[in-house]
């Protein structure tokens, strides 16, 4: 049957990765910015085609784009690296609290750590 064959494709999506998607969403930040100097210029054409865009202003806006867009990856690099330590956190966490329970088992099984009750004086 068919249906067999497609139960399989449903395990096998492909995913994008951290890379593809950074350059999807520059090229998207591009694509809307482009699109907005369009609209407000009235006209389809690039922006450096345009003759009242200075092409420094253009080059500023490219690499304010380019900013921005590093300043989101590394945003995502940091959240990344802050979930990575909050789960070593909580292994380390639960790795003491196993440690100070041996401890304290160790403690109370040995007889140099037991309290010792003050003897009665004999008279």
Do not use: C, W
């Not at 910015?33 to 006209?43: A, L, V, Y």
């Not at 990344?80 to 609290?97: A, F, G, H, T, Y």
């Amino acid at each position: 049957m068919s249906n067999s064959d497609n139960s399989g494709d449903l395990y096998n999506v492909p995913l994008s990765t951290d890379s593809e998607l950074a350059k999807n969403s520059q090229q998207k930040l591009i694509d809307e910015e482009n699109n907005k100097n369009d609209t407000f210029t009235g006209n389809s054409h690039s922006n450096s085609l345009d003759p009242d865009i200075n092409p420094d202003e253009e080059e500023e806006k490219q690499k304010l784009i380019t900013q921005v867009l590093e300043l989101q990856n590394t945003l995502d690099d940091l959240s990344s690296r802050v979930d990575s330590v909050k789960e070593e956190n909580l292994k380390l966490k639960s790795e003491n609290q196993v440690l100070g329970q041996y401890i304290e088992n160790l403690m109370a099984a040995s007889s140099v750590f037991q309290s010792t009750s003050p003897k009665t004086k004999k008279k």
